[in-house]
């Protein structure tokens, strides 16, 4: 069996229309196909309405139109994952999945069950910033900006397979009332300084959740085959990663280790371990962590980033995604 993860970086109809959606299918599908993957992890994969949906939208009482993954279904056509299973997140209105940034899983397998959570398992925190201006705007609520995504799935062998999808936050600076003059221009550093704590609650509330999520299959099922799949904007030893693998060196409790998840990656030569360069920065951003039952069917990992492009420096029209795709095996 082959896991895999990759964000696809905001696969989309628009801009450029079909001819810049054929040349990021020309080649994103080749990756797909050499990840020879039973179960994909897919990251930024934007929606569409259709041009009849917008029609029927326009008629007296029809209903409200819903998205569909349509670029990522034209993507799989391309790819031996033409007939696998597709399941994708939703956003908050219910109109189908979000315009931008759904997580996906295409399985080879079928699907027992799927679930999304955003704020379910941790609620939206109260928060009172500090640098607000107003102060009458300082009262905020902090909510994640995506959901997880969960589906078992029907794998060889008795136990099903839980998959986590998921797309953790950036460290970009959250908003902050009254402290930005332009979309990425901060009236002071204050302000910018508080963004960026916002922002890192987010992210590590979201890996709370993916985390008390992870706690609730192991209290089902002990022994359960799980594997957390995604890009974490995070290296496995940042708050977000640590947060995740919950290791016995941070509880201190030898009795939990059947509930720490391992990060495969690390066993990737350090030269190879990498799925982002950022200003020729090597950076380990995505991930597959995996459930000690899942781990002792390990055989190997694999990161395709020889062709990676330096995010700093891709053109606007590069057909490349900026992260580089990891496929895991494992013998079940």
């Given at each position: 069996?082959?896991?895999?993860?990759?964000?696809?970086?905001?696969?989309?109809?628009?801009?450029?229309?079909?001819?810049?959606?054929?040349?990021?299918?020309?080649?994103?599908?080749?990756?797909?196909?050499?990840?020879?993957?039973?179960?994909?992890?897919?990251?930024?994969?934007?929606?569409?309405?259709?041009?009849?949906?917008?029609?029927?939208?326009?008629?007296?009482?029809?209903?409200?139109?819903?998205?569909?993954?349509?670029?990522?279904?034209?993507?799989?056509?391309?790819?031996?994952?033409?007939?696998?299973?597709?399941?994708?997140?939703?956003?908050?209105?219910?109109?189908?999945?979000?315009?931008?940034?759904?997580?996906?899983?295409?399985?080879?397998?079928?699907?027992?069950?799927?679930?999304?959570?955003?704020?379910?398992?941790?609620?939206?925190?109260?928060?009172?910033?500090?640098?607000?201006?107003?102060?009458?705007?300082?009262?905020?609520?902090?909510?994640?900006?995506?959901?997880?995504?969960?589906?078992?799935?029907?794998?060889?062998?008795?136990?099903?397979?839980?998959?986590?999808?998921l797309h953790l936050r950036s460290p970009l600076a959250a908003p902050i009332p009254g402290r930005k003059t332009a979309p990425f221009v901060w009236s002071s550093l204050a302000g910018w300084a508080e963004g960026y704590?916002?922002?890192?609650?987010?992210?590590?509330?979201?890996?709370?959740?993916?985390?008390?999520?992870?706690?609730?299959?192991?209290?089902?099922?002990?022994?359960?085959?799980?594997?957390?799949?995604?890009?974490?904007?995070?290296?496995?030893?940042?708050?977000?990663?640590?947060?995740?693998?919950?290791?016995?060196?941070?509880?201190?409790?030898?009795?939990?280790?059947?509930?720490?998840?391992?990060?495969?990656?690390?066993?990737?030569?350090?030269?190879?371990?990498?799925?982002?360069?950022?200003?020729?920065?090597?950076?380990?951003?995505?991930?597959?962590?995996?459930?000690?039952?899942?781990?002792?069917?390990?055989?190997?990992?694999?990161?395709?980033?020889?062709?990676?492009?330096?995010?700093?420096?891709?053109?606007?029209?590069?057909?490349?995604?900026?992260?580089?795709?990891?496929?895991?095996?494992?013998?079940?």
């Amino acid at each position: 069996m082959r896991i895999a993860t990759f964000n696809l970086e905001s696969l989309d109809l628009v801009p450029g229309g079909d001819g810049a959606l054929e040349r990021r299918i020309a080649v994103l599908a080749p990756q797909l196909d050499a990840l020879d993957a039973d179960v994909l992890c897919l990251q930024e994969v934007n929606a569409q309405k259709t041009a009849a949906s917008d029609r029927g939208a326009a008629e007296p009482g029809a209903p409200r139109p819903k998205r569909q993954p349509m670029a990522l279904r034209r993507l799989l056509a391309a790819t031996r994952h033409r007939d696998d299973h597709l399941v994708t997140t939703h956003s908050l209105s219910g109109d189908g999945p979000a315009d931008v940034h759904n997580l996906a899983v295409v399985s080879r397998y079928p699907v027992l069950e799927q679930r999304e959570l955003r704020n379910d398992l941790v609620p939206p925190q109260p928060y009172h910033a500090v640098t607000a201006v107003p102060d009458a705007s300082a009262d905020l609520t902090l909510t994640w900006d995506r959901p997880l995504l969960h589906c078992r799935l029907q794998v060889p062998g008795p136990a099903p397979l839980h998959v986590i999808n998921l797309h953790l936050r950036s460290p970009l600076a959250a908003p902050i009332p009254g402290r930005k003059t332009a979309p990425f221009v901060w009236s002071s550093l204050a302000g910018w300084a508080e963004g960026y704590f916002a922002a890192t609650i987010k992210r590590s509330g979201q890996a709370l959740e993916a985390r008390l999520l992870v706690e609730a299959v192991f209290d089902e099922e002990p022994q359960a085959l799980i594997a957390v799949c995604g890009d974490l904007n995070a290296d496995a030893e940042e708050t977000p990663g640590r947060i995740l693998r919950g290791t016995v060196e941070d509880s201190g409790n030898p009795d939990l280790a059947g509930r720490v998840l391992h990060p495969l990656e690390d066993s990737l030569p350090q030269d190879q371990r990498f799925t982002v360069l950022h200003d020729g920065r090597r950076l380990t951003l995505d991930h597959i962590l995996a459930s000690p039952a899942l781990k002792r069917g390990f055989r190997d990992i694999a990161v395709l980033n020889a062709t990676l492009p330096d995010e700093q420096t891709m053109a606007p029209d590069d057909p490349r995604s900026n992260h580089a795709p990891l496929v895991a095996a494992f013998d079940l």
